[in-house]
């Protein structure tokens, strides 16, 4: 019998944070040089961050190990949600990116927190 083993890609909180990320960074090579430099590059970090932590935790063995690193993209998500805020108000995006970044780091939390509750239900250690 074989075992089917949950691969990175198909965790609802990496695949959304991946495509999040992309957008963001895509938004942000468009800008001028001292955006790019001052916003860009923290909000690019921040957003990357999430997907990447999801990543290194579903890579360790131990649960708490997986559970740390997944906390540590609630607060990539927190961050991100501020760079997307001082973006708008600084009008270097659209009303429109804005409110789609927004809506998916909103949606995040949740995500993350049904991927705790997952390790710490599924995995005995």
């Known amino acids: 019998m074989e075992?089917?083993?949950?691969?990175l890609n198909q965790i609802t909180a990496y695949s959304n944070s991946f495509k999040l990320s992309n957008k963001i960074w895509e938004l942000?090579?468009?800008?001028d040089?001292?955006?790019k430099r001052t916003i860009g590059e923290q909000f690019i970090r921040a957003a990357d961050s999430i997907s990447a932590n999801i990543?290194?935790?579903f890579?360790?063995?131990h649960k708490k190990d997986k559970i740390k690193f997944y906390y540590y993209s609630f607060g990539s998500v927190k961050e991100?949600?501020?760079w997307n805020e001082k973006a708008k108000m600084r009008n270097l995006i659209t009303i429109k990116d804005y409110e789609e970044i927004a809506m998916i780091l909103n949606a995040l939390p949740k995500d993350l927190h049904?991927?705790?509750k997952f390790t710490n239900e599924?995995?005995?250690f």
């Open 3 to 7: 075992k089917n083993y949950l691969q």
């Open 55 to 57: 990543a290194e935790g």
């Open 122 to 124: 599924r995995l005995q």
């Open 80 to 82: 991100s949600i501020d």
């Open 33 to 35: 040089s001292f955006a």
């Open 114 to 116: 049904q991927l705790i």
């Open 28 to 31: 942000i090579t468009k800008w």
């Open 59 to 61: 890579g360790r063995y």
